[in-house]
């Protein structure tokens, strides 16, 4: 590292703000390049969203199912060299009417609905569904998914959910926000086509603790209501909390979806089966149940389930979802010209840069902007960054 770029003054060279993937990748990066980095959290853990609580062996995960999946070997090479993943599938089952169905939406799906047994008569029937709701300019959700699945499909399995999880109905909610729905015509429950997925064997905890190793810490910090001080830390800020929070909402509030979540510890070896169920009726509450057990194999004679209940997001409450329409992706745009004028700031990560991110994104974003980052530091691309992390 050349001194001479950063200013000696300071404790560190970097305030990571969120100690979450994207804040922890970043950490690890700069410390293996030889920067001097504090992570802080105002939760009371590390890793984000992917913390993992113990319960007797259990290891749950406290703010919903967290499977990673990717189609990169870079990505999967790059977590498998701090913790080994083990081999979880993830086949998520959907519940109506006290009936169980397979996902994504494939053969053994349609056979349940339909009774049908071949992919033939299977795009026969979606063909005679979808055939009154054709339409190439969809204006809304509703619109967009019964002009691909039909009615059924749709009035099982998405209006409900979509609607729970939105707080919108479906009419109102703009069609991107479920993208494309997959329609398999094979038996296959594996709910994701990436080629790789997995579980972080002993929990993700495992994988933060590897990152995070040898970088100073600090849970219980909020960053935003001690900003000066913590600022005179560090010669730059890596800030991964909400976009419109670092401004003081000066030029308005973005909008999230929340999440709360119901645990209960329960005397018997195997509540449901699986390790998520969607409970795809508007009446039921809650969107599904994690039974956690199941994402590591486990044998312990008892189990820990959540149950996950999408929440308006207020004041005080944790940001999920970004809302990604019109009119908040213009807010964002404008919130991020005035963060590029700030010097000695980077922002990342779903919150920050006010994007829907899976967890292989995260990384790989990360990895890129903290290339970028010891490129600039250093003049030229040093031999720890040569390794698996340069992307």
Known sequence: MQENKMEKRRVYDYLIVGAGLFGCVFAHELHQAGFKCLVIDKRGHLGGNTYCRDEGGIKVHEFGAHVFHTSSERIWAYVNSF???????????????????????????????????????????IRE???????????????????????????????????????????????????????????????????????????????????????????????????????????????????????????????????AFEHENLDCYDYQGNAVVNFTEFEIPYTRIIEHKHFEFGKQPYTVVSREYPRAFTRGSEPFYPINDARNNQLADAYRVMMNRIPNLIFGGRLAEYKYYDMDQVIASALTKVKQEIISQNGFESEQNNGIGAI
């Not at 083990?86 to 169905?101: D, H």
């Not at 890596?238 to 979806?257: C, H």
């Open 83 to 125: 913790v080994p993943f083990n081999r979880y599938t993830n086949c998520p089952l959907a519940r109506y009417k006290n009936k169980v169905f397979s996902l994504p939406f494939n053969m053994n799906t349609f056979n349940q609905l339909w009774g049908v047994t071949t992919p033939e008569k299977a795009r026969l029937k």
């Open 129 to 259: 569904q979808v055939r009154e709701y054709s339409t190439k300019f969809p204006k809304n959700l509703e619109e967009y998914a019964l002009s691909v699945v039909g009615s059924d499909i749709y009035h099982r399995f998405i209006k409900g959910y979509t609607e729970k999880q939105w707080g919108r109905e479906a009419r109102e909610l703009p069609a991107f926000l479920i993208k494309r729905i997959p329609l398999r015509f094979t038996y296959d429950n594996n709910y994701f086509d990436d080629r790789y997925q997995g579980i972080p064997i002993g929990g993700y905890n495992k994988l933060t603790d590897a990152l995070l190793k040898g970088v100073d810490t600090k849970v219980n910090v909020d960053y935003l209501k001690d900003k000066v001080a913590l600022d005179l830390l560090a010669c730059k800020v890596v800030y991964t909390g909400p976009l419109d929070a670092f401004f003081g909402y000066e030029i308005g509030r973005l909008e999230y979806r929340s999440l």
